[in-house]
């Protein structure tokens, strides 16, 4: 099987509700009966589900609702997977190499790990109120396209770089909703080794800014201790374990 770890980079953006629009029920069912290779009638999971559509709400109700937007978001080399897969499978098509079935499994899990991982307490419970997934069914919630979203469109009103018809990259993406505001473990991972007095950022500002100005800061944050870039390491790596980790 074809390695996919180094050719995913999962990143995420606090959105502004205002980019997020979302298409009427008929178009939302057609985006669910488009034909794709081997599928002539579109999802095989339509009207089997009541997190897919036709049986799905759209849920233009989020707006509002939430205090937080957040975008997590998987962006797959295809380009280069086509390029390994075809060096063991030479003999394939394009549309082979590139098939569904060989990556996307894989890519939704590292989405999941890594929500898990950064937004799921020790318990496992989730810190946010709502998700709305890449694919129906992650932990039991609608995905944003059966959610009427038209998830293209957020991708261009914020900069994340995509192909709506993919021939370099594939981007997947999952929407995590907060009823909150912004809190320290927010920017530290660990709420056990690090409080707002040992935050320089906290400290200074108090976190008063608007949300997309906190996160350039915390992108930038250092662990003094550790002189780690916590926001670079994926997945997210507790400063309290990085004595066993070499910077």
């Known amino acids: ?15 502004d509700p205002s980019t997020i629009r979302f298409v009427n029920e008929k178009k939302r069912n057609e985006w669910c009966r488009l034909r794709y290779p081997n599928h002539n009638k579109g999802c095989p999971n339509y009207g089997k589900s009541d997190l ?73 419970n989730p810190k946010y109120d709502l998700l709305l997934g890449c694919g129906s069914g992650l932990w039991n919630s609608q995905s944003m396209e059966s959610a009427g979203i038209d998830v293209f469109n957020i991708y261009k009103q914020n900069g994340i770089e995509h192909e709506v018809k993919p021939d370099k990259i594939v981007v997947l993406s999952s929407l995590l909703l907060f009823k909150t505001e912004l809190a320290c473990e927010d920017c530290y991972p660990q709420t056990d080794c690090h409080s707002p007095q040992e935050c320089e950022y906290w400290k200074n500002q108090k976190c008063e800014c608007p949300p997309p100005k906190i996160c350039e800061i ?17 997945p997210v790596i507790d400063p309290c374990e990085a004595d066993q980790i070499t910077p």
């Open 218 to 234: 915390c992108d930038g944050c250092k662990d003094p201790r550790k002189d780690l870039y916590i926001w670079e390491h994926e």
């Open 52 to 124: 897919c559509p036709p049986r799905s709400p759209i849920r233009s109700d989020i707006i509002g609702q939430f205090m937080r937007y957040v975008l997590v978001h998987a962006t797959f080399k295809i380009e280069e997977y086509e390029e390994r897969m075809r060096s063991i499978r030479p003999e394939w098509s394009r549309a082979q190499r590139r098939s569904v079935l060989y990556w996307q499994r894989r890519v939704k899990k590292m989405i999941k790990q890594y929500i898990e991982g950064r937004y799921h307490d020790k318990d496992g």
């Open 1 to 15: 099987m074809v390695e996919v770890n180094d050719l995913v980079t999962i990143t995420e953006k606090w959105i």
